[in-house]
């Protein structure tokens, strides 16, 4: 089934017109400064002294991800720094874009859509009809959705196979998400000012992509679904993670997952060969190590101690043992900017 069949340009003109960001930008400098303010700060140079800027941008956000309609009307070239932040899925609605991230290449076009989420600077040769739908997606989300679904979060940034695979088993419903939310100017018009419809629209699109497209941490996530756990061991994790940045004590924690603090630990021995306050003080750890990383690709200026703090760790020095036995390096060494 083409891409272009699954998101044709007059629906997309008909959802996303209304939410137009330029028309007809002729000054590549502007046009690049704008569509980097939407993605990242890049480099873009019209191909050819004989080619016009003729560029258009529709962008729609709603929660962490954003609905983005793009073309320029002529060929051109970007470089950009690595998406550290972010992940992008490329469907093209007509024309090619030329897509090379690390050693990974792939050519989108209405037939081959892509998602680019590299650590390793990105280089795309857009030819002159290229018109592409992109949808952005915030790696914290990403995340996020790991978080709920294994109880902890990846070691390292989570990178997808750059080419996605049309006839995939599980891509259909991709697709079929797609296809409904971009179908349906109603609901999305509605969640863009519902914050809570949003963040489900999120949270789906999040999942969906996360078991339907191949990526670097699918065998963690495919191996949830044997989880055979009775139901208050999930509801005492679920409230751990609502809880990452709160006091939180056994019996609290067994109140709210509505059983004894007796049957909880027995629950967490069995299924999970572990306490609930380790697994509540692993995943408090997994959060600020995600924090950090995040810190350290972006260079904000934070300290290991406020992070720390945040979630919880006043005494410093058994936080960074603690850090150290989990991830075999302190966590200074994660926030330092050798890792960006």
Not at 134 to 146: M, Q, V, W, Y
């Amino acid at each position: 089934m083409p891409m272009s069949s699954l998101l044709p340009a007059e629906q997309l003109s008909r959802h996303l017109s209304a939410h137009a960001l330029f028309r007809g930008a002729d000054d590549a400098q502007e046009t690049c400064a704008r569509v980097g303010e939407v993605f990242r700060p890049h480099h873009m140079g019209v191909l050819g002294s004989s080619q016009r800027l003729a560029a258009q941008m529709d962008h729609l956000r709603l929660a962490r991800l954003s609905f983005n309609r793009l073309s320029y009307g002529a060929s051109v070239s970007i470089n950009s720094e690595p998406m550290n932040d972010f992940v992008m899925v490329f469907m093209p609605l007509s024309g090619v874009v030329d897509i090379r991230s690390g050693a990974q290449r792939v050519a989108a076009t209405p037939a081959q859509a892509a998602v680019v989420s590299s650590t390793q600077p990105l280089h795309m040769d857009w030819r002159a009809d290229a018109d592409v739908f992109i949808l952005r997606l915030e790696r914290r989300a990403i995340e996020d959705a790991c978080l709920a679904q294994v109880g902890h979060l990846p070691n390292r940034p989570i990178e997808f196979d750059l080419a996605v695979d049309p006839q995939a088993p599980h891509f259909g419903s991709w697709r079929s998400l797609l296809a409904f939310l971009l179908g349906c100017a109603e609901f999305t018009r509605l969640a863009a000012v519902q914050p809570q419809m949003a963040d489900q629209v999120e949270r789906l699109v999040t999942s969906t992509l996360l078991f339907g497209h191949r990526h670097s941490y699918s065998e963690a996530l495919v191996g949830t679904g044997a989880d055979i756990a009775p139901a208050f061991v999930r509801r005492a994790e679920d409230v751990m993670i609502a809880h990452l940045h709160e006091p939180l004590d056994i019996e609290t924690l067994a109140r709210l997952a509505g059983v004894s603090v007796r049957n909880l630990h027995e629950g967490f021995r069995r299924y999970r060969n572990s306490t609930p306050m380790a697994t509540w003080k692993g995943l408090r750890l997994d959060h600020v190590r995600s924090e950090l990383l995040q810190a350290s690709r972006n260079g904000m200026p934070v300290t290991v101690a406020e992070i720390a703090r945040v979630h919880g760790f006043l005494h410093l020095g058994h936080f960074a043992q603690s850090y150290l036995a989990r991830f075999n390096e302190l966590p200074s060494a994660t926030l330092s900017p050798g890792r960006r």
